[in-house]
Every structure is written in structure tokens, then in C-alpha cells.
């Protein structure tokens, strides 16, 4: 047999260290909850607040001041100007933010203003990006909808699928969309939507006794949080692209949970009597080697985009790298240990039942 | 034939699939002999990696109807006045409502029978009695006709524009109309964001108007205004060479109008060199110019082109053989322009840039050279890895790696899909999930081995076990992507179609093809023989 990076007999004890990975969670998502309080919200980008941005790439070396003089002089105030990537790249993003003045204008000033100080050739415009603030708003609609039903389907999805109860998902499908449409009745904007959405999921998963949906989508909203959280920590503007990566770390890190599950609820069919942390504990570990080594090779491959792909996708991998660690991290950490956590109250598994019986008789 | 005869054939027909629809995306196998026997899809670029310009217009539609109800007014007078009835104090309020008096109410039966009969489109939203007993109607369009008309305005608007790229050749371009108001534009190739809007968004109103210089122009400027008259600006140079703004008084009634343009070219005036455009009428349009400038003889004539005088010439003479030409100071490239316009015809209303999106040339190729250099860094980085790791079965899940490229970019240029920049890290993303699954396999393939089963049997037990999982597994991911090709636009979309085709080629490489190459390899081994894995 080839290299074994994780030894076959690993026998580590995850569940002992599960409070210690509640704390560190609990601090994590708490902090990119202050953060987005302190910041008044996640920091759109152009996509989603409107605004202008132009890329340029000069022919010579200059710095931000260069540029910014002859914007100042021109009367445009309230622009930024970015350095975009290494030095001798000579990149500059140039920004302006919606504020009801006509953006187009304003590009077409910046363009000539630049064009007269610098000369013609001096610069080539890689990129523009104008958005008003009506495709803004609309384009940040459709990023909510598309959380928002990502959220609502996975969801009923998951609810069924662990414990093979479609009953009980077609409840939780009934429950939710009727939550939802009487909310949005009510005139709930899309945002809070989605979180209302995410309570009455979690709500539902409890009253239903899903335990393990639930803890799957305990361990999803977390990574989903987490890295919402540390962008709004290190200030990177939201738009299109990361809402891209959001839905797909939505998805994606639900695999590694997946496979744990599938092995915990084989272990309950074979080990009967086994106390159920225990069962936990070695379905963690049986299953560790193949959690961590897919997601090493997710990990070379948004590295290689975050190193190689340029500017445009430097953010989306970033999340992806942020969304795939934190995903690893919770479905060791957070969604097996925290089955136990939910008690025996939710055992919904038949084999589950017994084994405890037969435990306690022995 | 045995069940691995006929998987065997599958991979054998799904790997020339892969290639045929792949390969003619490569300029060099087009060109080549081989490129004539391969079926011709290709995959599209998007604007990202293609470069070009992106814009999303929205039609100023109330604009639209106001000129319609404007325009309904005059028909109502006109039609009242044949039955001799007459219609006075008729005006526009707030660009929705028409409001005018009926001067004589015993007609008032009569008058209503002809509104039912001739103006179905329009309802009366109100009549109040106002002095001595005549009657005032305010009238505005059906909710059903108003929303024909804004559709019929935006679809006019369309095709407009479409006729001015083509007059303009851009090649492959794309118009099309969107929900509500909105147009989507995707003109690959352009880099001058002025320019493209200059063509699309100029609304080209051309009209002719008499000047009547006997009125007060300063009083104009106040706003006094003597009826039937309107105040513009001609736009003129001075002396010392900077244009400032004239005002001119001129008929509101305008005598011509672009719609009678049969032709517009670019020519040079001899002594300055300076370009202007030069139009020919329809027979039509150069009788009505004929007839106009042979009443109006040593009177000033404007020429307006979106509600600004580009010049106003005294008419020396009766003008025949409809030739008219529009001098300003404007460049070469800015008179072709105008000509390309002034040909294709005004725009039913005019329109805003709501969205701009430019990728020059440089930035697109910059950026497929980063996609390729990141697909082939992590490709080589996957590959390498797989093979320390798992020694010849590593070998097979990167033959199916490679497979599962081929089949995006082949489902790609089947469905005639969008690769986007978004869409290239769908694929290096999936490329990564196709190696994901084979882990899970490969991983439940060893533990079997530990626990003595025989090699056959851990394959089979392994890739059982395993596809459900991966199955599962791979499903909240396609959720994510079926939601966000709904609700995405453009470049998202790209990611998308990547995601999703990724996710359904990757399960077929990783768990049937390899399972087939697993299990060839393994056909002609004794059954004590290791597995190398």
C-alpha cells in the first residue's frame, strides 16, 4: 500500500476536545458578528452598492499620487486610487462610490483628465465596471434569492436524506415555505429572510427530532458565518464572485460531513451496544484520512487559483481556501461531536435505540 | 459480451466524445486536416476573457408614453375639429395625464362617441364641470395599452440599436431585450466605452424647425414664450475657437424629421478640411423639403439633432433633389458615428446607461493565461500527489481527471455554454471533486484490504460503498449551482454551467470510469496479487 499521511489506526480523541472547539467556534462567529455590527453590514462592492471602477495599466512606473493629482485638479474628489498587485505590474484600480451624481460622466471626466496629464498612451484601460444604483440594487436581490432558496432547499434536502425520513423533510419543506411566505408577507426584507430561514430550519430539525440534519446545518451556517465574518474582518468588498463561493462552500462543505455521517450510521447498524460517543469517536477517526486528504487536494487546487488566477478571482478563491478549512475543521469538531451534544432526546435511529437499550442491560 | 466489455466501451466512446467536441476549440486544430472531420462547436468566451464592452440599458419609457399621449392630443384635436367640435387649454400633466377643455358641452354626446370609436386605447379618467358649463377631460392610456406600447417602444428600441451595431460592424453581437424597460448589450471586441455609448444611446431625434427671429429671445429665456414657439440652444464657436451655447426661438411644429433620411455619408468641406455629414432624403422627404424652404424663403431653418441646433442657415433658395448636411465641430470618427445613427434611425425614446462592464483585450487574454496556468498548476499539483499517494490506482483516478476536463469542455461547446472567468474555477474547482470522489473510493478500498478482503472484491466493495456517498455528497453542491444559475447573471451563470457540469462529469469519470479501469487492471491478476494502492 502506498503513503499513509493518516495512520489507519488513529485513534484520537475528538470528542474530548469538543468544548475546548465550541469555544474557538462560538469566538469566530462572534467575532465577524461584531465585525459586520461595527461595520454596519457586510462592505459591498461595486456589483451590489453600484459605484465605478476602472483598472488601468500603465506604461510607466507612476504612483498613486501621480494619478490622484490630476484627478484632484479636474474636480473629482471622492475617488480612490489602489495599487492593484505587485509594483511592476503598474496597476491601478481607480473607484468611485454611488452618490447620485451620473457615473458614466464621471469615468469619461477621469479617462480625459488622466489622458491630458499623462498623454494618450501613457495608460490602457483593462476594465470597467459602472453600475447604477437600480442594477445594484437588483443584482443584490438576486444574490439574496439565491442565498435565500440555496438555503431553503438544502435544507429540506438534508433534513430527508440522513435519516431517510421524507416525511419528515416533506414536513420540514411544508413548514418552512409557509414560515417564509408568511413572512415575506409581512414585508421581511430578503436578508433577514435568510436568517429567519436558518432559525426556523434549525427549529423545525429539533421539533421533528432530525438530529443529525441538524447538526449538518448547524456545522454549514458556521463555516457559511465564518467566512463571511473574517471578510468583513479584513475589509474585502462582497459581490458577485463571493456570493459564487458562499453558496458553494454551502454545498461543499457539507461533503466531509456527509461521509462521517454515512460512517457513524454504518457503525450503529454493525456495533451494536457500543455507547454511542463511542461510535462517534471511531467513525471520526476511520473516516479521517479521507476528510483530510480531500480537502488537501481542494486546498492545491483554490491555492493554485488564489496564487495564479489573477486579480478577479483572487477574492473568490480566498473564500473558497477560508470556506474548505473551516469546513474540514466543523465537520470533525462540530457536526459529529455535537450528535452527542443533542442528547439522546433526538435518537432517532432505530439501531441507535436498541444499542442503547442493550448497552444499559449489559 | 461481459459487463466489463461493454463499461469498456462506454469510456472508449466517452473519451472520443470528449476529444472530438474539445479539440475544435484549438485554432491549430482547426486549421488542420483533422479540423474538417470534427464536428464544428466551439466554446464561447465570454466578454471577461474575450474582451469587449457590456451594457445594460434601461428605456426611458414614460418618456415614450408622454410623447404618445402628446401625440394622442393632437390626434383627438384633430378628429374634433373635422366634426367641428373644439378642444382648447390642452396640456400634459406630469408626463401621464392629457387634460384639455370641450369649449362646446352640447357636443359633449357626439364628441364622447368619437373617443370610444377612434381612441380605444385611451379612457377618461375624469370630466369636471369649469366655467360657464364647458367641460374638462383628463384622459390618460388603458392599463393594456400602456403596457403594449411600453413593450412595443423597447422592442423598437431593439431593433434600432441592432441596426446601428450592424451598420457599425461589430462582430458576433449581442442585443437583447430584458425584463421590464431593459436592454442587455454585449458588443465583443470594442474597447471605447464613449464611443459604444455614443452609438447606442444617442437617442438621434433629428428634426428641422423654423426660426422666428422676430421674437424676443430674452424674454424667451424668462420663460415668456409666444404660443406654437420653443426655445433651444444652437451650439456655435466663437472667434477665439471655444463653443458656447446660442439661444434660438423656433416653431414648436417641426417641418421634417429623421424619418425622411434615405442616406447619410461623411464628407469633407473643402477649405477646412472639417468633416461634416451630408443627408439625402426619401423622394418624400426631399418633396416636403422642397415645399418647405420654397415658402420660407430668407428665414433660418434649424437643424436639430437630440434638442440641441447643430446649425441654423438662412434658406436662400427653394431647395430640390432633398440633399440637407449637418456641419459641426466634430472629429472624423464622432461624423461616422453620427452618420451610422442618423442611417439607423432614432430611438423611440431615449435610454440610460444603467450598467457598463469594459474588459480591454490585454486584461481578457491576462486573464485566460491565469485560468490555464491555474488549471495546469493544480492539475500537475493533484496528478503528482495522486500518484505518490496511491502508486498505479493514483494513475487511474488521474487519467480520469483528465477525462473529466475534456467532458466539461465538451459539454461546453455542445450546449453552446459561456466560459466565463467564474467558469474556469468551476472547472479547477470540480477538477478537484473528481479527485475527491476517487479518494473516498481509493480510501474505502484500503480499509477492505485491512480487513482481508481480496483485491476484486475490495474494488467492488470500495466503488459500491462509496458512489452512494459521493452521490450524496456531490448533490448540495449541484443545489448550489442550479440556484445560482437561476438567480445569476452573466459571469456567475459561467460558473454555474462549469460547476454543474463538473459535478455530473466527475461522478461518471470518478466512479465509472475508474471502476472499469480498476477492474481491467485487475482481470488478469492472480488473485493473491497486491494491489497497487
Redesign the interface.
Known sequence: ???E?IK?NINFNFLGYRRYAYVISLLLVLAGVVSLVARGGPKYGVDFAGGMTV?L?FAKAVTAADIQKPLDAAGLPHLTVQRLGQEKDNSFLISAAEKGEPL?EV??KV?KALKAELGDGAF?????????P??GED?RA??L??IF??VV??AV??SG?FEQRWMAAGLMGAGLTSAMWALRHFGLSTGYLIIAAILVTLVLCWALKLKYALGALVADVHDVFITIGIFSILGIEFD??I??AL??I???S??DT??VY?RIRERLGQAKGEPFEKVINDAVN??L??TM??S???L???T??Y????S??KD??LA?IIGIVTGTYSSVFVASPILVDLGSGLDTFQQDEQGAAEGGKA | MSSLSWRLIVVTLATVFGLAFTLPSIEAVRQSPLGSILPSNQVSLGL?LKGGIHL?L?VDVDKAVANALAQGGQDIKSFAQEKEIAIIRQNLVDNKRLEFVLASPDKKAAFDEMLKKQFGGMTVERTDTVDDGKIKYTMGFTTEYRKNLVSLTVDQAVKTIRNRIDQFGVAEPDIRKQAGDRIQIQLPGL?D??RA?ALVGKTAHLEFKIVDDSADVAKAEKGQLPPGRELIMERITNRDGTPVDRPLVVKSEAVLTGEHIADARVNFDQNNNQPYVSLNFTPRGAKIFERVTGDNLKKRMAIILDGKAYSAPVIQDRIAGGRATITGRYTETEARDLAVVLRAGALPAPV?????????P??GQ??ID??V???S??CG??AL?ML????F??VVANIALVLNVFLITSGLALFGATLT??G??GI??T???S??AN??IF??I??E??LGLPPKASIKEGFQRGA??IL??????????I??Y????G??RG??VT?LLGIVASMFTAIFVSRTLMELWVSGHKAETKL??
Open positions: 500500500m502506498g503513503l499521511l489507519p483598472q495599466k458614466e469615468r469619461s479617462d490602457e484601460v483593462q476594465r470597467v465596471e459602472v453600475v447604477g437600480k442594477v443584482l438576486g444574490a434569492n439565491a432558496y440555496a432547499i438544502i434536502y438534508i436524506r458577485l464572485t456570493v459564487a453558496l458553494t454551502l454545498g461543499y457539507l461533503n456527509i461521509i454515512d476511520q473516516t484520512s479521507r486528504l480531500t488537501l487536494i481542494t492545491f487546487t483554490v493554485a487559483l496564487m495564479f488566477g489573477g478577479v478571482l473568490f478563491a473558497m | 471577461d445594460t434601461g474597447k466605452p464613449d455609448i440610460n446607461v444603467l450598467e457598463q462592464r469594459t474588459v480591454g490585454s486584461l491576462e486573464s491565469n485560468g496556468m491555474s488549471i498548476v493544480a499539483a493533484i500527489f505518490v499517494y496511491y502508486s490506482s493514483g472567468l467564474p474556469i474555477a479547477i474547482l477538477m478537484a471533486m479527485v475527491d479518494i473516498i480510501e474505502r484500503r480499509e484490504i485491512r452512494l456517498t450524496d455528497a456531490n448533490a448540495t453542491t449541484a443545489i448550489a449551482a440556484v445560482l437561476e438567480f445569476g447573471t459571469p456567475i460558473f454555474a460547476l497497487s494502492i
